[in-house]
């Protein structure tokens, strides 16, 4: 006697999900209601946690990627090195087949937002709509310069706070990184200065500062080559509709490159949350998901 038929798991079912990308597992969340928005992080190799958006959940089908390489995630043979963007976008392509959706929204943070605009280009046909947060049109040497003149600001506004010399210690470790542990001593150090006001709400923001965690990805290609972005020219060729977020106080894609990405973008729309540093979604959550939502249901037909 045959065993009775059983349907596949639904791949948009709420909860914790994983499924094989080319022999690299990839693992993804799901919560939250309504029209599909699938949410790359940053680093590259932040945790996904720290992107849960409860109030944008309220209005969407939030489906929130582990970048390979990254918590429940597979490694590449190469780790830390091959995390390019295009590698990224190809996991990311075959995560929007798995889901077998016709075109989705797709909303990236920071380095998540170098890999939206990568997807934008190459695959404009698969999508309804992008969200450029806290993202910049360039990296390499230019957008560090910019980095630093932000948090030489910062330093300005907190002259005098007691824990300033640790960020700005955490800031100047950086190239050292070598293993998980130290990028996460890393992240944790340099946190308050990406926010507008960390040590105000150091309260509701220090749970944040203690779980975020992560995993070294050098920034280099599989021949150990730096994967330096320059989107300048080709954004001009961009048809999706995109919105470009950005808080106020961003230190490091902040709103120099939001104002570059709107005005190189056609037609792209721009929101800047004033009282928020690089997490907009935690610092103003409402406004942030107001705007979200709408963009969404503006663009989802």
Known sequence: MNAPAT??????????????LDGVVQSYHVH????????????????WDYMRM???????????????????SGRLATHPHGYTRDRYAKALDALI????????????????????????????????????????PVTGAEHFAEAMRNMEEFARRNA??????????????????????????????????????????????APVRAAVSGSHISGL????????????????AVTTPALVVVGRYDVICGVRWAHELNKLIPGSELLILENS???????EPEEFARAVAGFVASTAA
């Open 277 to 283: 540093g690089h997490f907009g979604h935690l610092e």
């Open 7 to 20: 349907n596949p798991p639904d791949p948009l079912s709420p909860g914790a999900h994983t499924v094989d």
């Open 54 to 72: 409860p109030a944008l959940e309220r209005h969407l089908t939030m489906v929130y990627v582990e970048p390979i390489g990254t918590g429940g």
């Open 160 to 205: 005098g706070n007691p824990e300033l010399q640790r960020v700005l210690d955490a800031f100047g470790s950086i190239p050292a990184i070598s293993d998980d542990e130290g990028f996460t001593a890393t992240i944790r150090g340099l946190l308050p200065a990406y926010f507008a006001d960390y040590w105000g709400r150091a309260a509701e923001f």
């Open 221 to 236: 290609d599989e021949h150990l080559v730096p994967d330096v972005i320059d989107d300048r020219e080709p954004l001009g």
């Open 97 to 136: 087949d798995h889901l077998a959706l016709p075109k989705v929204h797709l909303l990236g943070h920071s380095h998540g937002g170098f890999v939206v605009q990568h997807h934008a280009l190459r695959h404009p046909g698969r999508l309804a709509g992008i969200v450029l947060y806290d993202s910049a």
């Open 32 to 47: 939250g209601t309504g029209p599909v928005c699938l949410a790359h992080s940053g680093g590259p190799g932040v945790r």
